[in-house]
């Protein structure tokens, strides 16, 4: 469903991205890992179309993000670390909006469902400015949920949100998965990546340096004596010390 080849990015004379590839599948939770500076959001930012890769190619469901581009977006649904919402539209207004944009039909019945979902249910006549900055992260997510996208693209989706939004948010991430959506998760976050993602991409400088499952990376020549968990997995593939 998200199959990048060769992904290359560069800015000025720098590389932030060195022919990157990866392949998700429908039903994988693919978690996106690397120390700050790595080159992730740089590369979520070319899958959806954001900018413009330097080199390399991206499809998402078969259709090319850079030739194909509006069909290829219809496909899938980018969640920001930051929440970009409109000043003067409600909460109920910006999923009026999506709908709109996106063609989608039965809009209301869509729309009261991911509201109570996402623990917004009272909060469909509220500004953005009135809302906290958790659930500005949910009205967004809600956006980007209403067309019920095949490829979804999560940057730090649990930013804001209070123990019980994240539990929900994480059901809800991996219940997508679950009916078939191909989803990248880009987080600090290593316990997150570790409970929900079906697979782990870690970058750095650029590059993948490993990809597979859990099991799979310590099994890894050179990471096989690193331990169990994800953290100390991750510390010892990107030389970095506790």
């Known amino acids: ?122 909060k469909e006549h509220a500004l953005p400015a009135e809302l906290s900055r958790g659930m500005k992260q949910k009205v967004a997510i809600a956006c980007g949920l209403l067309h019920e996208p095949a490829a979804m693209l999560f940057d730090e989706p649990l930013t804001g949100l209070d123990p019980l939004g994240i539990r929900h948010m994480k059901e809800t991430i991996v219940s997508r998965g679950r009916n078939g959506a191909a989803i990248i998760v880009s987080s600090h976050l290593l316990h997150l990546v570790e409970e929900i993602c079906t697979r782990i991409v870690i970058i750095d400088h650029g590059r993948k340096i490993a990809d597979g499952t859990l099991a799979e990376l310590k099994a890894l020549p050179g990471l096989a004596a690193a331990g169990s968990s994800l953290e100390q997995i991750f510390l010892t593939a990107t030389a970095r010390e506790p």
């Open 1 to 122: 469903m998200i199959d990048v080849q060769h992904l290359t990015k560069v800015y000025g004379t720098f590389k932030a991205v060195d022919a990157f590839s990866v392949h998700v599948a429908p039903g994988e939770v693919v978690g996106l890992i690397g120390p700050n500076g790595a080159g992730k959001t740089s590369t979520l930012r070319c899958i959806v179309g954001i900018q413009a890769p330097s080199a390399g190619r991206i499809t998402v469901g078969g259709r090319d993000i850079v030739a194909d581009a509006v069909e290829a977006k219809r496909r899938l649904a980018f969640m920001a670390d930051e929440p970009q919402l409109f000043e003067y539209l409600t909460v109920m207004e910006h999923l009026r909006l999506t709908g709109r944009l996106y063609r989608v039909t039965n809009v209301e019945s869509r729309a009261r469902t991911l509201l109570d979902e996402l623990q917004l249910t009272g």
